[in-house]
Structure formats: C-alpha cells, structure tokens
C-alpha cells in the first residue's frame, strides 16, 4: 500500500466531518464503507451508507460517493463550469447498486478550503438519473496522489442546482 499524503489525510478528514455534520442535520446515520488499507485489500464500491431511525431499528436508505476537492467558487464556475466530474464506471456501479438494494444513490462533494459540501441524489431507488448530467471522454489523474494520466469516460453533474452547505466549526 502506498503512503498516504497529508492531503489525502486531510480530504478524508474533511470527508468524516461532512458526514457527521449532514447525519446531525438530518438525524440520519451515514456510515462510511471500508477504504483500501492493510486490513482491506480492495476500496468499497461506494463511500457510505445512509441509514435512518424507523421504530425496528435502523433501515438502510442510500449510499453514497464522497469526495473531497480543493477548488473555490471561482474554480467551480470558471474552470469546472459549476461541474463535478465523476467516472462513469463509478456512477454506473453505484446506480446498480442502487437498482439491486432499492435505495437511492447521492453525492457528496465538498470543498476543503471553503468548509463546504454539497449533498443530493443522484440516481433513485429504480437507479434512474435524477440529475443533469452528461458524458466526455477525458483525461484525468491516475489518482490523488498525481501518479499519471489515465483517459477514460467520464460523467458531468450541475451541482449550482443544490444547495451549498457550510460546515459547523468544530
């Protein structure tokens, strides 16, 4: 396993208080799925599970894909076109998952240096798009830590629709 970069660190950081931050708000429990690490030798198909309180217990009732970017509005706007981009394999895989559980797939996108996110559907339980979105071939990172290029096809959500969410100071 490769060592992980203090930016690494700190996205998953930002990540793990998103999460809290959005359970608290929404009295929900999102529990995130298993990294790569010593103990797992391969990354979850999606980052978390959203479950909610129902008088049985808890119920699943979504899963998610989080990231953690380091971009301002401007960035967003100008040179992402208020887009994030994803892999289509990636949100191919969740939508299946979605379809196949009967619970709807949702994003999470957030800012590190603005301590901020925003959270919403992406596919429903029927794992139907719910959101504007379109495909490119494009080349991107390898991964984060800028090992290489790698050409694939990727998706592009509108995110300016949803609602940017600040994060509580700790």
Same mark, same amino acid.
């Given at each position: 396993? &490769? ?20 359970? +608290? ?17 391969? &990354? ?11 008088? %049985? ?17 401007? =960035?967003?706007?100008? &040179? ?6 994803? /892999? ?9 998952? +979605?379809?196949?559980?009967? =619970? ?5 996108? +957030?800012? =590190? !240096? %603005? ?15 719910? =959101? !504007? ?7 991107? &990172? ?8 790698? /050409? ?8 300016? !629709? ?9």
């Amino acid at each position: 396993m &490769q060592h992980e970069s203090r930016k690494s660190k700190l996205a998953k950081a930002v990540i793990d208080r998103c999460l809290v931050d959005y359970s +608290a708000e929404n009295r929900l429990v999102l529990a995130q799925t298993p990294s790569k690490s010593a103990n797992f030798k391969h &990354q979850a198909a999606y980052d978390a599970v959203v479950m909610e309180f129902h008088s %049985m217990g808890l119920r699943v009732s979504g899963i998610v894909e989080a990231k953690a970017r380091w971009f301002t509005d401007e =960035v967003l706007e100008e &040179q992402w076109g208020g887009e994030w981009l994803l /892999s289509k394999k990636k949100i191919d895989r969740c939508r299946h998952i +979605a379809k196949e559980t009967c =619970v709807p797939f949702f994003g999470l996108l +957030a800012s =590190v !240096p %603005m301590e901020c996110y925003w959270f919403f559907e992406i596919a429903d339980a029927s794992g139907k798009i719910t =959101v !504007p979105i379109h495909y490119d071939q494009t080349e991107t &990172q390898q991964n984060t830590e800028g090992d290489g290029l790698k /050409s694939e096809l990727n998706a592009f959500i509108k995110i300016n !629709p949803y609602e940017k969410i600040l994060l509580e100071n700790d």
